[in-house]
Structure formats: structure tokens, C-alpha cells
């Protein structure tokens, strides 16, 4: 049956699993928050000394429209969209356009007496890594050709994300040193001998993971400087210095709550 509030993991629809399925909310939440603080000298106020933002629990409700003389069924679509849950990955919303939540963990509903045909069914899907809601399609800004400079990169969101940087070196001759600047935060790469044609690539996995790799192989271990391009949303300045000329990729998926 396809309904007008549709939720699909990794890429298949929860609807399409069985005609007779009907999703009855999907609520997406809001990221929990964990503040702490202090007292403030003076007798008032309080000064915030941590701020952590911890998960975010998208609940999906369903029922399924089979009498409760046919059991079997009942039961065979229960197990069908239990397993259709425990792929996690990749969870998206019909209403929510160009949003995604990256589902790390999921929180299954009681079997219940399947005799009772109108109950409801309620699966949590959480998120632990990246607690947000995330953009589909990145924002990006290319640089055709630079040593060193700076340039405008929109960032979109409401609270702060990473930064994924492709560096090509486009020379002729071997880079042996990178270093990026954004939102004030510096990375380098000094000694990082990256080859004519080749690329320096900092991203993230689906869990917000840095990766970095150069000329194909892994770079981590040459990064020095901050632990990863974190940046607040708006126009973000970006500067490099580089030994060789090479062509500039700046991009981010906004996060939301």
C-alpha cells in the first residue's frame, strides 16, 4: 500500500515490504543535548562548561491491516519488517527532501499478542555517531587551479559539520607539502610527496569517521594539526598552502536537528 508519509532504510521503502502495511507516524525528533555548567562567582547566573550533542531517535509506527484470525501472516509481516529494520544505514522521509539520518542503532518493538489486530508497532531508529540529520547531496566549491589562497565556501546547516577536501595535485611534479585553514582550524601534511596527477583526499565515513588518504594509500598518520575541519554553518573561509599547483575541492553535507 503507498502511503502518503513513506520512510525507506537504505534505500527501500517500508511500504513496499507488504500491501498491507500501513505506517502510521513517523516522528523524526530532536537531538538530545547534554549541558553542563558551573556556578557563576557574584551569587547569580551559571557559566556553561560542556555542551555534547548525544543522539537523535527517529520513531517509526506501523500497523498492518490483516485480520487477527489470519495469524500466520500477521506474523510473517512482523518478521518481515523486523528484518527490513536491522539493516540499518541510510534512513530517509518522504516530507524531509534532501535530508538523511545515518542509523547506528535500532530498538525493535514487543511482539505482543498478534491476536490483537489493531495495536500499533513502533520502532526506534537511533542515531549515535552523527546525531543529526544530514544533507543527500553535498554543497561544494571548486577551485580550478591553486598554490595558496583563499577562497568562500557555503556551508549549510544549523549546527556545526566537517569538511571533505580533494586536493589534485595537476603539476606535472611531486607536492610535498599541504596545508588547509578553515573556520580558523589548520591541518597539515608536511613531507606528504604526493605524486604528479595524484590526489590528497580528507572525508568522512557514513559514521563521521576521518579518512585520509594520498596517492591511494592511507595519510592519516602524516595529518598534524587539528583532529578534523570542523566548521560552523555560513560562508567559511578556506585558505591552503601547497608546494605544487593543484586543483582545490571543498564540500560538506549540512546537518540539522
Same mark, same amino acid.
Given at each position: 500500500?503507498?502511503?502518503?508519509?513513506?520512510?525507506?532504510?537504505?534505500?527501500?521503502?517500508?511500504?513496499?515490504?507488504?500491501?498491507?502495511?500501513?505506517?502510521?507516524?513517523?516522528?523524526?525528533?530532536?537531538?538530545?543535548?547534554?549541558?553542563?555548567?558551573?556556578?557563576?562567582?557574584?551569587?547569580?547566573?551559571?557559566?556553561?562548561?560542556?555542551?555534547?550533542?548525544?543522539?537523535?531517535?527517529?520513531?517509526?509506527?506501523?500497523?498492518?491491516?490483516?485480520?487477527?484470525?489470519?495469524?500466520?501472516?500477521?506474523?510473517?509481516?512482523?518478521?518481515?519488517?523486523?528484518?527490513?529494520?536491522?539493516?540499518?544505514?541510510?534512513?530517509?522521509?518522504?516530507?524531509?527532501?534532501?535530508?538523511?539520518?545515518?542509523?547506528?542503532?535500532?530498538?525493535?518493538?514487543?511482539?505482543?499478542?498478534?491476536?490483537?489486530?489493531?495495536?500499533?508497532?513502533?520502532?526506534?531508529?537511533?542515531?549515535?555517531?552523527?546525531?543529526?540529520?544530514?544533507?543527500?547531496?553535498?554543497?561544494?566549491?571548486?577551485?580550478?587551479?591553486?598554490?595558496?589562497?583563499?577562497?568562500?565556501?557555503?556551508?549549510?546547516?544549523?549546527?556545526?559539520?566537517?569538511?571533505?577536501?580533494?586536493?589534485?595535485?595537476?603539476?606535472?611534479?611531486?607536492?610535498?607539502?599541504?596545508?588547509?585553514?578553515?573556520?580558523?582550524?589548520?591541518?597539515?601534511?608536511?613531507? =606528504?610527496?604526493?605524486? @604528479?596527477?595524484?590526489?590528497?583526499? *580528507? !572525508?568522512? +565515513?557514513?559514521? &563521521?569517521? /576521518?579518512? $585520509?588518504?594520498?596517492?591511494?594509500?592511507?595519510?592519516?598518520?602524516?595529518?598534524?594539526?587539528?583532529?578534523?575541519? =570542523?566548521?560552523?554553518? @555560513?560562508?567559511?573561509?578556506?585558505? *591552503? !598552502?601547497? +608546494?605544487?599547483? &593543484?586543483? /582545490?575541492? $571543498?564540500?560538506?553535507?549540512?546537518?540539522?536537528?
Amino acid at each position: 500500500m503507498r502511503l502518503s508519509r513513506r520512510v525507506a532504510l537504505g534505500g527501500r521503502q517500508l511500504d513496499e515490504l507488504h500491501r498491507r502495511i500501513v505506517i502510521r507516524s513517523v516522528v523524526p525528533g530532536t537531538p538530545v543535548q547534554t549541558v553542563e555548567d558551573t556556578d557563576r562567582m557574584g551569587g547569580f547566573g551559571k557559566r556553561i562548561t560542556r555542551e555534547h550533542w548525544d543522539t537523535l531517535e527517529t520513531q517509526v509506527v506501523w500497523a498492518m491491516d490483516i485480520p487477527k484470525t489470519n495469524l500466520q501472516e500477521r506474523r510473517d509481516v512482523y518478521e518481515l519488517v523486523t528484518a527490513w529494520a536491522m539493516r540499518k544505514g541510510w534512513l530517509t522521509v518522504s516530507y524531509m527532501d534532501n535530508r538523511r539520518m545515518y542509523v547506528d542503532q535500532v530498538i525493535l518493538p514487543q511482539g505482543g499478542d498478534l491476536w490483537a489486530w489493531a495495536d500499533d508497532f513502533t520502532i526506534v531508529f537511533r542515531a549515535v555517531n552523527v546525531p543529526f540529520w544530514q544533507e543527500i547531496t553535498a554543497n561544494s566549491k571548486t577551485v580550478a587551479s591553486i598554490t595558496s589562497g583563499t577562497t568562500v565556501v557555503p556551508v549549510n546547516g544549523v549546527v556545526p559539520c566537517p569538511l571533505n577536501v580533494t586536493f589534485q595535485n595537476i603539476s606535472g611534479q611531486a607536492c610535498t607539502n599541504f596545508t588547509i585553514t578553515a573556520g580558523g582550524k589548520t591541518m597539515s601534511f608536511p613531507g =606528504i610527496n604526493l605524486g @604528479g596527477s595524484s590526489e590528497l583526499v *580528507i !572525508s568522512h +565515513t557514513n559514521s &563521521g569517521l /576521518l579518512k $585520509v588518504t594520498a596517492n591511494g594509500a592511507d595519510a592519516y598518520g602524516k595529518m598534524q594539526g587539528v583532529d578534523d575541519l =570542523i566548521v560552523s554553518p @555560513g560562508d567559511v573561509n578556506v585558505s *591552503i !598552502s601547497a +608546494t605544487r599547483a &593543484g586543483k /582545490l575541492t $571543498v564540500s560538506s553535507f549540512g546537518r540539522y536537528v
